[in-house]
DNA sequence: GCAGTTCTGGATCGAGCGGTACGGAATCAG
DNA sequence: CTGATTCCGTACCGCTCGATCCAGAACTGC
């Protein structure tokens, strides 16, 4: 399943694998998965399209492997965010991590998931599955974070963690989508420290405010 | 620049081209630029690919077409928003607007332009330009709308009309992402609402807060 | 040195892409 | 009816896509 070993016989692989794969990476980051063709990608990983059918399986497990790097490396903050002792600390790092990751110097700006999923024709229904079961992974989390945080007096009783759950994924995908338009990281942080003096937000199904 | 007019003497044309472009709009909302094949585009329209040339010019300015109504029609809330009479009143239905405009019945959830915008290869690249003086057309507005609240009195003296501007941008932005991830429009109303308690949201570029 | 195995680069495949050429169909003015 | 004009359907263009074939290069064990 993962990258094929370079064997102990035979002629020796010409490349590093793992460089290959950060390569690729941020190919993926930058066009996401149908804007990045094979011709995009092994020129950026510097190795022919037989090394890569031969190390990597195809264009889609390639996919695979550099999106398990990007939530192992630039997007692990969600995991750790709800690791923190406190729900505001939770939302914190999360907001926090997500400005970071949408802004790391020599990476493509924005995020990975958001970039490669929001559009595609029917051959990347895979892809945007794929991706959306990585989305609902982090929201699961996040869910049972909050409801743990729920349980123990630390968020108000009427707190519904799904609703808040998807609040943070919302203001998480807003920030994504303002770096990749530009947006540069001291205003997005600004941004997100705004939106932390307000937490938690007043999210009553009961009444509407209006 | 316009549709072609169907000329008066000749073959009358046997298909509305307001009808078209409506088709065309809904598979450009669904699948973005690149993703939306001619043989998808004319198949929802109804027509042959030489007809969709003759009437409209080519795959490219079929889009443009297709973006000016989309901005005149279903993503009409921004210039709406503006017209308010306080700034809270703009930024209360800019956001209503996206909820409103990234779950309508019928049509695709989440945003046109998002959902062209965010990758693709260098062949689209007039495409993001284009969209992106959309959105800075949209952000232009706003900016302008906030600072003049701000010399009414409308707004904080401190109020940085260009990052509030920013932060509600942003909000729309993940707003609509959360649509087209599948989130119901109750569910994002009670979070624009939610945004909306705490307006104007505390953007100090002087102190931080953490 | 020699077989066996593995990696590599170039040529190439069928399919789908956006776009076009062309002849027939449908309507106009006369 | 005739000729001019415009619309429409089919077949096709060159190109790029992801993926594969194949011969040779590079290494190990014997």
Redo the contacts with the bound molecule.
């Keep these: 399943m993962n990258v ?12 590093d694998a793992d460089e290959a794969l950060e390569s690729a990476m941020r190919v993926f980051w930058q066009n996401g ?9 092994i020129e950026a990983m ?10 990597f ?6 996919f695979r492997k550099a999106l398990t790097r990007y939530a192992d490396g630039p997007a692990s903050y969600g995991a750790e965010a709800v690791a923190e002792p406190a729900a505001r600390d939770v939302a914190t790092v999360f907001l926090h991590g997500a400005v970071r990751s949408a802004t790391l110097p020599g990476y493509p700006t924005g995020c990975l998931s958001l970039r490669a999923s929001l559009i595609g ?1 029917e ?1 990347s229904q895979l892809i945007r599955e794929l991706l959306a079961d990585w989305r609902d992974e982090t929201s699961a989390m996040l869910r049972k974070r909050f409801q743990r945080a729920v349980d123990e007096g630390d968020l108000p009783a009427e707190t519904d963690p799904a609703l808040l759950t998807r609040y943070l994924m919302m203001i998480g995908n807003g920030i994504a989508v303002q770096a990749a338009a530009g947006a540069p990281r001291d205003e997005l942080q600004l941004i997100a420290d705004a939106v932390l003096q307000s937490w938690p937000p007043v999210l009553s199904r009961q009444q509407d405010e209006r």
């Design positions: 094929q070993k370079s064997a102990s016989v035979g002629r020796p692989r010409g490349f998965y149908e804007g990045a063709s094979l011709s995009d990608l510097g190795i022919s399209r037989t090394s890569m059918y031969a190390s399986g195809n264009k889609e497990e390639l024709g051959d």
